[in-house]
């Protein structure tokens, strides 16, 4: 049984931090391209790529 619940432990502790580690990755992927995105408004002057951008990950 206390194999069992080590297992158990070391797959919620492996989850988690899978969790938190895709959570990181995704954030910085995401907050990169709409970073681009913001720059590419300002340097345009328009609202456009934004718009495009957000199309073209829904």
């Known amino acids: 049984m206390v194999d ?3 297992g158990l432990g070391i797959v919620i502790i492996f989850f ?3 969790i938190a580690i895709g959570y990181f990755i995704m954030k910085s ?3 990169k391209r709409f970073y ?3 720059e590419k408004c300002r340097d ?3 609202f456009e ?3 495009d951008e957000m199309s073209d990950i829904s």
Request: proline share 6%.
């Open 4 to 6: 069992v619940m080590e």
């Open 16 to 18: 988690a931090c899978g």
């Open 29 to 31: 992927y995401y907050g």
């Open 36 to 38: 681009i995105a913001a």
């Open 44 to 46: 345009d002057d328009s």
């Open 49 to 51: 790529p934004i718009i």
